[in-house]
Protein backbone atom coordinates (compact mmCIF):
# COMPACT_ATOMS: atom_id res chain seq x y z
CA UNK A 1 0.00 0.00 0.00
CA UNK A 2 0.94 3.22 -0.93
CA UNK A 3 2.03 6.27 2.06
CA UNK A 4 -1.11 7.78 2.79
CA UNK A 5 -1.28 11.90 4.54
CA UNK A 6 -2.14 11.83 7.97
CA UNK A 7 -5.86 13.05 7.65
CA UNK A 8 -6.42 10.01 4.92
CA UNK A 9 -4.51 7.68 7.22
CA UNK A 10 -6.46 8.89 10.10
CA UNK A 11 -9.72 8.18 8.20
CA UNK A 12 -8.86 4.88 7.43
CA UNK A 13 -7.76 3.76 10.99
CA UNK A 14 -11.07 4.78 12.31
CA UNK A 15 -12.57 2.05 10.06
CA UNK A 16 -12.41 -1.23 12.05
CA UNK A 17 -11.58 -3.01 9.25
CA UNK A 18 -8.52 -4.53 8.00
CA UNK A 19 -6.27 -2.10 5.02
CA UNK A 20 -6.74 -3.02 1.93
CA UNK A 21 -8.42 -2.05 -1.57
CA UNK A 22 -11.35 -3.19 -0.58
CA UNK A 23 -11.45 -1.26 2.66
CA UNK A 24 -10.00 1.64 0.89
CA UNK A 25 -13.17 1.86 -1.82
CA UNK A 26 -15.63 1.26 0.45
CA UNK A 27 -14.48 4.34 2.89
CA UNK A 28 -13.81 6.56 -0.08
CA UNK A 29 -17.53 5.89 -1.45
CA UNK A 30 -18.69 6.82 1.80
CA UNK A 31 -16.37 10.02 2.08
CA UNK A 32 -18.27 10.88 -1.28
CA UNK A 33 -21.57 10.24 -0.24
CA UNK A 34 -20.67 12.46 3.13
CA UNK A 35 -19.72 15.08 0.46
CA UNK A 36 -22.99 15.55 -1.07
CA UNK A 37 -24.47 15.45 1.87
CA UNK A 38 -22.52 18.37 2.74
CA UNK A 39 -23.02 20.70 0.35
CA UNK A 40 -25.15 19.61 -1.93
CA UNK A 41 -25.99 21.57 -5.14
CA UNK A 42 -25.94 24.86 -4.60
CA UNK A 43 -29.53 26.72 -5.34
CA UNK A 44 -29.82 29.88 -8.00
CA UNK A 45 -31.40 32.63 -5.61
CA UNK A 46 -29.55 35.49 -4.62
CA UNK A 47 -27.37 35.59 -1.39
CA UNK A 48 -26.25 38.00 1.02
CA UNK A 49 -22.78 37.75 1.73
CA UNK A 50 -23.45 35.51 4.95
CA UNK A 51 -24.97 32.93 2.80
CA UNK A 52 -22.07 33.39 0.44
CA UNK A 53 -19.31 32.92 3.37
CA UNK A 54 -21.92 29.62 4.32
CA UNK A 55 -21.92 28.33 0.86
CA UNK A 56 -18.12 28.75 -0.09
CA UNK A 57 -17.40 26.68 3.25
CA UNK A 58 -19.50 23.86 2.64
CA UNK A 59 -17.78 23.98 -0.96
CA UNK A 60 -14.28 23.75 1.02
CA UNK A 61 -15.76 21.14 2.65
CA UNK A 62 -16.73 19.22 0.08
CA UNK A 63 -13.74 19.61 -1.50
CA UNK A 64 -11.44 18.26 1.10
CA UNK A 65 -13.74 14.94 1.38
CA UNK A 66 -13.48 14.65 -2.51
CA UNK A 67 -10.01 14.74 -2.22
CA UNK A 68 -9.43 12.37 0.59
CA UNK A 69 -11.29 9.88 -1.29
CA UNK A 70 -9.32 10.29 -4.24
CA UNK A 71 -6.24 9.66 -2.15
CA UNK A 72 -7.70 6.30 -0.62
CA UNK A 73 -8.83 5.29 -4.14
CA UNK A 74 -5.08 6.28 -5.67
CA UNK A 75 -5.86 8.45 -7.86
CA UNK A 76 -3.84 11.22 -5.70
CA UNK A 77 -0.70 10.18 -3.85
Known amino acids: ?3 LSPVAQAVLDATDYPE ?3 T ?3 VAAALR ?3 DEVA ?3 GRYPMNEYMEGFRE ?3 SVYHQ ?3 IAAELEGFAE
Open 40 to 42: PFP
Open 20 to 22: DWA
Open 24 to 26: RIR
Open 65 to 67: LLA
Open 57 to 59: AKQ
Open 1 to 3: MTN
Open 33 to 35: AAA
